[in-house]
């Protein structure tokens, strides 16, 4: 039953990914030192050395709860097919998934999380599979209907037009949610993954919401402690669009690829290339890093209490 499965790993084994990032990667590091070249790095550095803090403290917490949302949600749909693990399971396999997403294209490397649950949480690589793919079907569809809002936007398309390409987004979601999670379950013979109730399906787009509205509070909040005054919406737009972007393999974790989009529409409304540039980098690369630092540590931390309570529970048994 787990030969599928082995077979789909077998395309993130570390080999084929680092063959992959070698390949494509340049692309989009030609273009991030093209845009390096063209800054002006006494204004960078005036820039940071003049950030709010305050606004800075906001983002960090707009990023963790985030992040803690999307463990969540991974946890609810291990949960909901009767596949019990701890949550603290699932916030280290999304840790461990973080830093593999860093270095593949796509961020393919969080793939990871399969095989970190099957050996911490003892979860069968198929289930933990279509878990994993179903998870990150909620962030394209979701992320893909607020792109679409997001070029409408920034385009300023009839109202025709966006009937028509919305219509055809939600026949290619029900296509997928409805047909290909359907026979990837049967495949692997596991409870079918297209049969959750409106009720769940409600909770999902919930949980998604609130996930997407704390992932665009980061980069507004980025904006405002670097001193840039610009319209929500916009600067939402620019990022969702820049996110979709990274599916593009032919960058790690989008670097260049999202910095060029946001200098381009950024500009465009006054705002200089280098904010432009520092919101886009911070966001997406600098600050994340510091923050799955930090996230690994405080793993790290629970684990040990944890082992630390089952053992003393041990001793007084």
Do not use: W
Request: hydrophobic share 55%; aromatic share 20%; with cysteine.
């Amino acid at each position: 039953m787990d030969n599928f499965v082995k077979k789909f790993l077998k395309l993130f084994d570390y080999v084929k990914i680092k063959n992959i990032t070698k390949t494509f990667q340049f692309l989009g590091m030609i273009i991030l030192v093209y845009i390096l070249s063209t800054l002006e790095y006494s204004k960078i550095f005036h820039i940071l050395g003049e950030i709010d803090l305050f606004y800075l403290f906001l983002h960090m917490f707009s990023f963790f709860l985030y992040f803690f949302l999307k463990v969540y949600r991974f946890y609810f749909i291990l949960d909901r097919y009767n596949y019990k693990t701890s949550f603290l399971n699932v916030f280290g396999a999304t840790v461990e998934a973080q830093y593999f997403g860093f270095i593949t294209p796509s961020r393919l490397g969080e793939s990871i999380k399969i095989v970190f649950l099957e050996a911490k949480a003892n979860i069968p690589k198929r289930v933990s599979f279509v878990a994993y793919i179903y998870d990150r079907f909620q962030d394209l569809y979701f992320m893909s209907t607020l792109g679409l809002v997001g070029f409408i936007f920034i385009l300023k398309l009839p109202i025709n037009q966006y009937l028509i390409i919305l219509l055809t987004l939600l026949l290619i979601v029900f296509f997928i949610k409805n047909y290909l999670l359907e026979k990837f379950s049967k495949k692997l013979k596991i409870k079918n993954f297209s049969t959750l109730n409106l009720r769940s399906d409600f909770y999902l787009l919930l949980q998604n919401s609130i996930i997407f509205l704390f992932f665009l509070l980061e980069f507004y909040f980025c904006a405002l402690s670097l001193g840039v005054k610009i319209d929500f919406f916009y600067l939402s737009a620019v990022a969702i669009v820049g996110s979709l972007s990274t599916l593009i393999p032919i960058s790690v974790s989008g670097l260049g690829v999202r910095e060029g989009i946001f200098i381009y529409y950024l500009v465009e409304v006054g705002i200089l290339k280098e904010n432009a540039f520092l919101i886009s980098f911070l966001t997406n690369f600098a600050f994340l890093i510091i923050f799955t630092i930090i996230l690994h540590f405080l793993y790290r931390i629970m684990l040990k209490h944890h082992q630390n309570k089952e053992k003393n529970y041990g001793e007084i048994r």
